[in-house]
């Protein structure tokens, strides 16, 4: 801003910059002081229009013109899409297209913004809001469920030791029966046993005395009592009692206890919310009978492989080296990233969130890109990664095959997480090709279908989001040339599968159950990698001529 410009001081004229402005130049766009009007006036070049400037008119703020730098944009044609001025409509290349007032465009263009913006304030950010509350909700209770579950668990437990402390302090009381009892039995041999020792002194001092006295009266009246003691006190036998332990089963045991049951968790897709109007749902897009090219872009690689849309104007693409370039539809290079290895990758794919992943096939690695920084989010073991794309709930799907190149599966991610693996069908047969160097172009559809173009096998297989077969495509009858060679696939918002029959130089367009539709042809050379933007346009990679088009076929 101007430093003598404020919002406490008068405005200034665009011209001289130092005396109060007093008029303003409809044409011209700009504010004049007194002494500037006539200078102004004095260029002939235009038809000036200078009026007092609180008369002026609320003039419209025209964009200038890109291709004609004095000119203004007051038209805009509607099959480009694009502001025009009278040059570019009189220069011929807008002849035929409809065109509108601009400002009438424009009013349109902020109708619908407000619209927009109303429906964003009012519906859908109070509805996020509340989600986000009820998050917070839920996390706050889970302190108190799980503390439930903690003290519960404990109390089984202090349950368990008061039973094994009972059974613990019984045995210990029997035990302690049985040892009085032993002591009792022994003591009481000990005792009868003593009785009889005692006895036993008394007659053999006895017997010494009557020797000793030669008295014949004592000899004579002696009875002897050695056979009495000849029958030994019987001797106590017992047998100890010993303690045998029950080998514990430790499953028996947590039966006993009690269990946890398992922890569910299932994300649920968001309701969709319908319009502020109210409309149920988009309308049907029909497919046009004679698709149409609007845009090619040259790439420059030597081959080229894949493409991806970052917008309806922005493109990811692949080749044969180690370097993704991101286009825009006029072939204008806006970024390029190499591999984290410095090797050729395998394939590309946009998150919802507008990062790129990519595979990298001599490492054996998934790498996100977020700002130009590369991360690895998979490494895997055993296994060779093909190829990639994103799904709506932001997981990745990743084709990959063993590394002895005998087996095949798809592989869903939750960050560096395996949550799903798809190889086999009921009967346990392999749903894939097998092929250490052959490409496997996967796609998520509208309805969470997992379409995989198997070039190999070729045909295009389509497994439901729990894995189980739905069908198998594998061409249609007209294929007469060459046999069907499917390579990219894609869906469009019509669950629509549009996969690349590269040898046949055509894309085949099918129903969500594999119905063929028709063909798209559009003088494609070797189409290969394919997507969809949100406009359903679709790009087309073709392999040899290394250049993308964009068609548009609904």
């Known amino acids: 801003m101007h430093p003598r410009r404020s919002a406490q001081e008068v405005l200034l004229c665009n011209l001289c910059e130092t005396a ?23 260029d002939s070049s235009k038809q000036h229009n200078v009026m007092p400037f609180l008369q002026r008119k609320s003039t419209p703020n025209y964009p200038k013109c890109p291709k004609h730098a004095n000119e203004l944009c007051k038209h805009h044609c509607e099959k480009c899409d694009i502001p025009v001025c009278i040059t570019c409509v009189s220069s011929g290349k807008h ?10 465009k424009l009013s349109a263009k902020t109708q619908n913004l407000q619209k927009d913006l109303k429906e964003l304030e ?16 839920e996390k706050a209770k889970i302190e108190t469920n799980y503390g439930k579950l903690t003290t519960a668990t404990e109390q089984e437990g202090e349950i368990l030791h008061r039973e094994i402390t009972t059974i613990v302090n019984r045995q210990k009381s029997d035990i302690q029966e049985m040892k009085n009892k ?4 022994l003591n009481k041999n000990t005792e009868e046993i003593i009785q009889k020792i005692t006895e036993l002194k008394q007659i053999i001092s006895d017997l010494k005395s009557i020797l000793k006295s030669n008295d014949v009266s004592l000899t004579s009246t002696y009875k002897s009592r050695n056979s009495e003691f000849r029958t030994l006190p019987p001797k106590v036998q017992v047998t100890l009692p010993s303690f045998t332990p029950q080998k514990i089963n430790t499953d028996q045991l947590r039966e006993m206890f009690g269990s946890l049951s398992p ?8 309701d969709t919310m319908k319009s502020a109007e109210a409309v149920p749902s988009p309308p049907v897009k029909p497919l046009l009978d004679e698709p149409r090219l609007t845009a090619t872009i040259d790439t420059e690689y030597s081959s080229l492989c894949s493409v991806s849309c970052l917008s309806e104007d922005q493109i990811w693409t692949c080749g044969d080296n180690e370097t993704m370039k991101l286009l825009n539809l006029q072939s204008k290079l806006m970024t390029s990233i190499k591999t984290k290895s410095g090797k050729k990758l395998s394939d590309i794919a946009v998150t919802r ?9 001599s490492n054996n690695t998934v790498n996100l890109i977020r700002n130009k920084k590369i991360r690895t989010v998979i490494t895997l073991q055993g296994w060779k990664p093909h190829n990639v794309c994103c799904t709506a709930s932001n997981d990745i799907l990743v084709t990959m095959v063993s590394n002895d190149g005998k087996q095949s599966k798809v592989g869903r991610y939750s960050g560096s997480t ?13 749903l894939y090709s097998a092929g250490r160097y052959i490409d496997k172009y996967i796609s998520e559809n509208k309805n969470l279908d997992i379409c995989v173009a198997d070039w190999a096998a070729r045909a295009v297989v389509v497994v439901n989001q729990l894995g189980k077969l739905r069908f ?3 061409g249609h009858p007209s294929n007469t040339e060459q046999s069907f060679t499917p390579v990219g696939i894609t869906t469009d918002s019509q669950s629509h599968i549009l996969t690349a029959d590269c040898d046949n130089h055509r894309i085949h367009i099918l129903d969500h159950d594999g119905q063929f539709l028709r063909y798209i042809h559009c003088d494609l050379c070797d189409p290969w990698g394919l997507s969809v933007d949100i406009r359903d346009n679709l790009f087309v990679a073709e392999y040899y001529t290394v250049k993308v088009k964009k068609i548009q076929y609904m």
Do not use: M, W
């Open 20 to 42: 109060a402005l007093h008029s303003r130049c409809e044409v011209c766009n700009i504010n004049l002081c007194k002494a500037c009007v006539g200078d102004h006036l004095s």
């Open 95 to 104: 002849r035929g297209h409809k065109l509108s007032d601009f400002l009438e």
């Open 472 to 474: 198998r495509y594998t």
């Open 418 to 430: 395996e949550k799903q693996s798809i190889q086999f069908d009921d009967q346990g047969r392999p």
């Open 263 to 270: 922890l569910s968790i299932n994300t649920e897709h968001g």
């Open 122 to 137: 009012t519906r859908i950010y109070p509805r996020y809001q509340k989600i986000a509350s009820d998050v917070q909700t």
């Open 182 to 185: 032993h002591l009792y039995t």
């Open 353 to 361: 969130d507008r990062d790129l992943v990519y595979t990298d096939y």
